[in-house]
C-alpha cells in the first residue's frame, strides 16, 4: 500500500516538475523579452538577428494586433529547451538533470503589439417592447402606444435604429350615445290667475340615445302658480224649466227659478235675481193635427235576415198654434227574419302612423276596424293592418374628433415662438352632419426675449496726442453696434488710451478723467445722457487749449413698451332669435398689438341681449271630446262635442277655432248598442322603473247598430312600476382655464364644470367638476446684485490731479432678462493740489569770452521761460565752465560722471542725479565744481487697475 501511494506522488511531482519547466522556457504563449531566450554558453543569441518588418494588422476594424520576428537567415529551428526528467524528487533527494540544445538550434521570440484599424461599424440596438399604454378612447376607436429604449446608439455607417414607438387602434366598437336635450324653454301661462294653477315648460331631444346610451329625461316639468286666494263670485244653477202657463193659450204667465250654487266671498260678484216670470200662451188656443188611415204594407226590403216593410198614412189637418204634433207618417215594421250569410265589412283605412325612425329607414302602420263580423258561411274579414317602409333617408351623422395631444416643443427658445397641439377624426360627418371642428391649435411659448450679446465696431485709429510734449495721451476708441440685452455678453472697452510725445515741452491744458454718465433723458425709446471733466492745469505760455469738458451720448435704446390699441367695434349682428330673448355680437379688431411689455389686449368680442319680447303664443286647444248623447233616441237627432282651450293665444298669436261641433243623429233607424266581453287581466309593465304601463283589452260581442250606443274602449291602460329609475350624473363641457396663478417661476390654472343633473337614485356619481394645470414654468427674471465697494486704490498722482478707484463684484448675475447689473467701478479724482513746477529756460545764450582773472572760467546765460511755482525748482539763469587758453589757463581738472540714477517718481515728472568718479585729488582745481548733476525725467503711469 505504501509503495502504492508512493509512486502515485512520484508521478504527480514529475508532472508538476514539467510543467513548470515548461513555463519557465516560454513554452506558454505569451511574448518575453531576448535574454530569455537562446542563451547558450552565456551569449544571446537572438539579439545578433534583426528584426522582420511588421505583419499586417489582425482584424477589420477598431483595433488588432501585429507581429514581428527575428530573421534567422536559415537556422533551423529550435524547439527550445529540454529536460528529460525535469526536477524530480527521490529518495528524499533533489536532482537536477541536465539540459540538452540542439546542435546550433535558436528560438527567437516573436514581438507582439496592438494596431489602431478605423473604427467599426457599431449597429443600433433596442430593447424589448414595453407593454402597450391604455386605449386613448373607451370605444368608438382609439389608439394605444408601446415603446421600446435605445441600448446602443449607432456608430460610424452603422444600422439605423427602428422605430422606437408601435401604435395601434384598439376600442373600434360603436360607442354608445346618450340622449341629448335641448335647454327648457319658458314657463307658459299660468292655468289658473289665483287660488293654484299650473304652467308648463317643454324641452326638445337634440341627439336620440343609441347603442344603450342613457335614456332622455322628461321632456315636460309642471310647477305650481298663482296661489294667491281667488276672490268667489257668486254662482247660481242654471234656470228651471218654466212652470205651467197659467192660460194654455190666449195669453197667460210662467215662472222659472235657479238655485244658489256657491255664495260670493273674498269681495266676489253679487247673486243675480234667482227667478224670472214671462209671459205665456200669446198665440191663438192650438189646433191638434189629424191624419187619415194607413195604407196596405209595401214589399220587404230584404229576402232573408230581417228586412223592413213600411205604411203610410196622410195628414188631414195640420197642427197650429201649438197644437199637438203630427204623429209618425210612416209605420215599419221587420219581415223576411229567415237567417241569411253575412260578409265581413271593414272600415276605411286610418291615416299612417309616425315613422318609427326620422332617417335611417323606419316602418309606419295603419289599422282599420272590423265593421261587420262574417257569420253563417259570411265571406272573412280582410287584413286589419298595413305597414310600409318610411323615412329611409341616411340619418346625419354629426363629425366626432379625439382628445387634444400634448403641445408639441416650441419653435423659438426664446423671443417668440409657436407650439401646436392636434386632435383626429374619430367620425366623418355624413349627410349632412355636423362638420369637423379645428384639428390643430396653435398658441405662442417662450415669449421672453433673447439674450443679445454686446457687438463693437472695430478700433479708429489713434487720435491726436493730448500734448505735443511733456508726456501726452492719444486715444482710439471704437462704438458699439449692438447694446446687451435680455442678460447677454456686456460690451468690453470702448477707448484705448497709450502715452506720446514725452520729451519736456510748455504746458499745455490737463483735464481730469469723466465723471459717471448722469441719468438718461428718457426711460426708453432713445434719450440723452452727459458726463463732464474738469481742468487740472490750464494751458499756460502757448500750450494747449483744453479740450471740452461735456460727453453727450445716446441712451435706453430699447423699445418703449407699446399698449394694445383696438379699432372702434363693428355694428351688431343679427340677433339670434326673432323673439323670446335671443343674443347679438360685435367685435373689434386690433390696430396696434401690445409689444415690449405694453398693456395687454382688452376682450375683442362683445354680446348682449336682444328681442327679449315676447313671442307670439298661437292658441292651442285639446282634442275632441266624444260627441254627447243624441237629444233623440232615433228618428233624428243632434249631438255635440266640444274642446278646451289648453294654451290660450298671447303676444298677438293665432286665434282660437271653434270650441264646439254639432252634428245630426240617430237619422236611422232606432239604434243597436254595443256589448263587449269582460276585461282580460293585465299584461307586463312597459318599464321596470321610472313610470311604464301595462294594459289589458276587451273584445266586441255584439257591434252597434244604426247609431246605437258606440263601442267602449276595447284596452285600458293603467301605470306601473312608478319607483325612480337610477339618474347618472351628467356635467357640462369644461370652462376656459383661468388666469396663472404666478407670471413665472411655475404657477397653475384652474378650469371647472358644473352639474347639469346630479346622480340620483343610485346613478353614476359626478366626476371632478375642477382641473388644474401648470402654467408659466419659464424661468422669472433675476436682477443682478453686486457686493459692497472695496476702499480705494492709491491715488494715480502725488499732485495735479489723479484718479483713484474702487470696484464690486456680482454676487448674483442677472438672468432671464432680470436688471443688468450696475458699474462694478468707481473712479474719484484725487490729489488735486497743483505739481511742484521746476523753472525752465530759453535756448542759453553764446559763451562769454574767457575770463583769465577768474581762474579761466566762462559764463553764459538764458532767461525764464517758465517761473518756478508750487515750491518747484528755482531757475539758475548763469552757467560757468572753464575755460583754457594755451599757456594761460591750464584746465587740470577732468570730471567723468557715472550714469544717472532713478527717477524720483514712479508716475508722472520729477528729477533724476548722476554723480562724478572720484576726482582727483591732486587737481586741486576740480574741487571747484559740483559733483553732481540733476535734470527733469517723465516716468509713464500705467492704467489705474482699482
Not at 461 to 467: D, L, P, T
Request: proline content about 6%; glycine content about 12%.
Amino acid at each position: 500500500m505504501r509503495f502504492v501511494v508512493l509512486l502515485t506522488l512520484i508521478v504527480v511531482c514529475m508532472y508538476i516538475s514539467s510543467v513548470y519547466g515548461r513555463r519557465r522556457r516560454g513554452e506558454y504563449g505569451g511574448g518575453h523579452r531576448d535574454h530569455d531566450y537562446g542563451n547558450h554558453g552565456g551569449k544571446n543569441v537572438c539579439q545578433k538577428f534583426s528584426w522582420s518588418a511588421w505583419t499586417k494588422c489582425s482584424g477589420s476594424c477598431g483595433s488588432g494586433m501585429q507581429q514581428r520576428s527575428r530573421n534567422l537567415n536559415g537556422q533551423p529551428p529550435f524547439y527550445g529547451r529540454r529536460r528529460r526528467f525535469g526536477r524530480i524528487f527521490w529518495g528524499g533527494r533533489r536532482r537536477r538533470s541536465r539540459q540538452k540544445y540542439g546542435s546550433g538550434s535558436v528560438k527567437c521570440p516573436i514581438e507582439k503589439r496592438r494596431c489602431a484599424l478605423p473604427p467599426c461599424r457599431v449597429d443600433c440596438k433596442v430593447g424589448p417592447w414595453s407593454r402597450f399604454c391604455p386605449c386613448s378612447a373607451s370605444c368608438g376607436g382609439g389608439r394605444k402606444t408601446r415603446t421600446r429604449k435605445i441600448i446602443t446608439r449607432p456608430q460610424h455607417g452603422g444600422t439605423r435604429c427602428p422605430a422606437l414607438s408601435d401604435t395601434q387602434t384598439c376600442n373600434n366598437n360603436i360607442c354608445s350615445i346618450d340622449c341629448k336635450v335641448g335647454p327648457w324653454s319658458k314657463f307658459g301661462t299660468c292655468s289658473a290667475s289665483c287660488g293654484g294653477g299650473r304652467r308648463f315648460r317643454t324641452r326638445k331631444i337634440i341627439t336620440r340615445p343609441q347603442h344603450g346610451g342613457t335614456r332622455c329625461p322628461a321632456l315636460s316639468d309642471t310647477q305650481s302658480c298663482n296661489k294667491n286666494i281667488c276672490s268667489i263670485d257668486c254662482k247660481v244653477g242654471p234656470w228651471s224649466k218654466f212652470g205651467r202657463c197659467s192660460a194654455s193659450c190666449g195669453g197667460g204667465r210662467k215662472t222659472r227659478t235657479r238655485k244658489i250654487i256657491t255664495r260670493p266671498q273674498h269681495g266676489g260678484t253679487r247673486c243675480p235675481a234667482l227667478s224670472d216670470t214671462q209671459s205665456c200662451n200669446n198665440n191663438n188656443c192650438p189646433i191638434d193635427c189629424r191624419v187619415g188611415p194607413w195604407s196596405k204594407f209595401g214589399r220587404c226590403s230584404a229576402s232573408c235576415g230581417g228586412g223592413r216593410k213600411t205604411r203610410t198614412r196622410k195628414i188631414i189637418t195640420r197642427p197650429q198654434y201649438g197644437g199637438t204634433k203630427c204623429p209618425a207618417l210612416t209605420d215599419t215594421q221587420t219581415c223576411n227574419k229567415n237567417i241569411c250569410s253575412i260578409d265581413c265589412k271593414v272600415g276605411p283605412w286610418s291615416k299612417f302612423g309616425r315613422c318609427s325612425a326620422s332617417c335611417g329607414g323606419g316602418r309606419k302602420t295603419r289599422t282599420r276596424k272590423i265593421i261587420t263580423r262574417p257569420q253563417h258561411g259570411g265571406t272573412r274579414c280582410p287584413a286589419l293592418s298595413d305597414t310600409q317602409s318610411c323615412n329611409n333617408n341616411n340619418c346625419p351623422i354629426d363629425c366626432r374628433v379625439g382628445p387634444w395631444s400634448k403641445f408639441g416643443r416650441c419653435s423659438a427658445s426664446c423671443g417668440g415662438g409657436r407650439k401646436t397641439r392636434t386632435r383626429k377624426i374619430i367620425t366623418r360627418p355624413q349627410h349632412g352632419g355636423t362638420r369637423c371642428p379645428a384639428l390643430s391649435d396653435t398658441q405662442s411659448c417662450n415669449n421672453n426675449n433673447c439674450p443679445i450679446d454686446c457687438r463693437v465696431g472695430p478700433w479708429s485709429k489713434f487720435g491726436s496726442c493730448s500734448a505735443s510734449c511733456g508726456g501726452g495721451r492719444k486715444t482710439r476708441t471704437r462704438k458699439i453696434i449692438t447694446r446687451p440685452q435680455h442678460g447677454g455678453t456686456r460690451c468690453p472697452a470702448l477707448s484705448d488710451t497709450q502715452s506720446c510725445n514725452n520729451n519736456i515741452c510748455q504746458i499745455d491744458c490737463r483735464v481730469g478723467p469723466w465723471s459717471k454718465f448722469g441719468s438718461c433723458s428718457a426711460s426708453c425709446g432713445g434719450g440723452r445722457k452727459t458726463r463732464t471733466r474738469k481742468i487740472i492745469t490750464r494751458p499756460q505760455h502757448g500750450g494747449t487749449r483744453c479740450p471740452a469738458l461735456s460727453d453727450t451720448q445716446s441712451c435706453n435704446n430699447n423699445n418703449c413698451p407699446i399698449d394694445c390699441k383696438v379699432g372702434p367695434w363693428s355694428t351688431f349682428g343679427p340677433c339670434s332669435a326673432s323673439c323670446g330673448g335671443g343674443t347679438k355680437k360685435r367685435t373689434r379688431t386690433v390696430t396696434t398689438p401690445a409689444q415690449h411689455g405694453g398693456q395687454a389686449c382688452p376682450a375683442l368680442s362683445d354680446t348682449q341681449s336682444c328681442n327679449n319680447n315676447n313671442c307670439p303664443i298661437n292658441c292651442q286647444v285639446g282634442p275632441w271630446s266624444t260627441f254627447g248623447t243624441c237629444s233623440a233616441s232615433c228618428g233624428g237627432g243632434t249631438k255635440t262635442r266640444s274642446r278646451t282651450v289648453t294654451t290660450p293665444a298671447q303676444h298677438g298669436g293665432q286665434a282660437c277655432p271653434a270650441l264646439s261641433d254639432t252634428q245630426s243623429c240617430n237619422n236611422n233607424n232606432c239604434p243597436i248598442n254595443c256589448q263587449v266581453s269582460q276585461w282580460t287581466t293585465f299584461g307586463l309593465c312597459s318599464a321596470s322603473c321610472g313610470g311604464g304601463t301595462k294594459t289589458r283589452t276587451r273584445t266586441v260581442t255584439t257591434p252597434e247598430q244604426y247609431g246605437g250606443k258606440k263601442c267602449p274602449a276595447l284596452d285600458d291602460t293603467q301605470s306601473c312600476n312608478n319607483n325612480n329609475c337610477p339618474i347618472d350624473c351628467q356635467v357640462c363641457q369644461w370652462s376656459t382655464f383661468g388666469l396663472c396663478s404666478a407670471s413665472c417661476g411655475g404657477g397653475t390654472k384652474t378650469r371647472s364644470r358644473t352639474v347639469t343633473t346630479p346622480a340620483q337614485h343610485g346613478g353614476q356619481a359626478c366626476p371632478a367638476l375642477t382641473d388644474t394645470q401648470s402654467c408659466n414654468n419659464n424661468n422669472c427674471p433675476i436682477d443682478c446684485q453686486v457686493g459692497q465697494w472695496t476702499t480705494f486704490c492709491p491715488c494715480s498722482a502725488s499732485c495735479g490731479g489723479g484718479t483713484k478707484t474702487r470696484s464690486r463684484t456680482v454676487t448674483t448675475p442677472a438672468q432671464h432678462g432680470g436688471q443688468a447689473c450696475p458699474a462694478l467701478t468707481d473712479t474719484q479724482s484725487c490729489n488735486n493740489n497743483n505739481c511742484p513746477i521746476d523753472c525752465q529756460v530759453n535756448t542759453w545764450g553764446e559763451w562769454g569770452a574767457c575770463d583769465t582773472a577768474n581762474n579761466c572760467r566762462r559764463q553764459r546765460t538764458t532767461t525764464v521761460k517758465i517761473p518756478a511755482s508750487n515750491g518747484g525748482k528755482p531757475c539758475n539763469l548763469t552757467q560757468v565752465e572753464d575755460c583754457q587758453i594755451p599757456d594761460v589757463c591750464d584746465l587740470e581738472c577732468e570730471l567723468q560722471y557715472k550714469d544717472w540714477g532713478p527717477c524720483s517718481v514712479t508716475c508722472g515728472t520729477g528729477t533724476r542725479t548722476r554723480i562724478t568718479h572720484e576726482p582727483n585729488p591732486n587737481k586741486s582745481r576740480c574741487n571747484q565744481f559740483s559733483t553732481t548733476q540733476t535734470e527733469a525725467c517723465t516716468v509713464e503711469c500705467a492704467p489705474s487697475k482699482g
